[in-house]
């Protein structure tokens, strides 16, 4: 089992959708990360966080330490949000450990 | 700002050879981390170097090395090159070591035949 899962592996919307990608992680962390991928390969960081709620224009992250889960949202779609969503968790180690990724596509 | 620059962004090899990629951080930041993306492994970490000393090493064979300067530039080396060696080398730059905002380069995309 990975140690960082998330959910779902492809999701698909229409322009305007709300959007949720999931994060669940089994180690203990001193924080997680939500980075996107577009085609060509450059990484983006989108949010850091360690506890609560952070919000950047459209998008929100949230993280439930107890629960070990994070959510990434990603309110009023848009076509050029189309990308690979990665969640991350900086480990006890420092170590970073990545999910696999969620491939999202908005269509107009 | 100027950004995280990697060179060279593409790269071709043989099989048995050497490689060497260069990383140049943000201006001020002295972490620099390294990672491979494959389609079959996803995102692995290599290594992290902060204040020309490696504080971390992910599950690579020694074949895969790496050092950074005095000036926070940072190389990584891998040898012997193999087929599975083929692969996008992202690295990222960071004002703290460990914990803080990432801020990732283009990569490098090696392809070894």
């Known amino acids: 089992k990975n140690e960082v899962e998330q959910s779902p592996q492809n999701l698909t919307a229409q322009e305007g959708e709300f959007i949720t990608i999931n994060c669940s992680y089994s180690?203990?962390?001193?924080?997680l990360h939500w980075l996107q991928q577009h085609p060509g390969g450059g990484i983006v960081s989108l949010f850091m966080?360690?506890?609560g709620k952070k919000k950047h224009g459209r998008l929100i992250a949230t993280i439930n330490i107890q629960e070990k889960h994070s959510s990434l949202h990603i309110t009023a779609s848009h076509p050029r949000d189309s990308a690979v969503y990665i969640c991350?968790?900086?480990?006890?180690?420092?170590?970073?450990?990545f999910g696999t990724g969620t491939r999202l596509q908005v269509f107009p | 700002k100027a950004g995280v620059t990697q060179t060279p962004r593409y790269l071709i090899k043989t099989r048995g050879q050497q490689v060497t990629l260069s990383c140049s951080p943000i201006s001020g930041h002295r972490s620099v981390s390294w990672y491979q993306q494959t389609p079959g492994q996803g995102l692995q970490f290599l290594f992290e170097?902060?204040?020309?000393?490696?504080?971390n090493k992910g599950n690579f064979p020694g074949r895969f090395s790496g050092r950074q300067f005095s000036n926070s530039r940072s190389e990584m080396n891998v040898s012997t090159l193999e087929l599975g060696d083929s692969a996008l080398y992202l690295c990222?730059?960071?004002?703290?070591?460990?914990?803080?905002?990432?801020?990732f380069g283009e990569g490098s995309r090696l392809t070894v035949l």
């Open positions: 991350a968790v900086t480990g006890n180690t420092d170590k970073l450990i």
């Open positions: 170097y902060f204040s020309e000393t490696q504080r």
């Open positions: 180690v203990g962390i001193s924080a």
């Open positions: 966080l360690s506890s």
């Open positions: 990222a730059s960071s004002l703290m070591a460990g914990t803080g905002e990432l801020f």
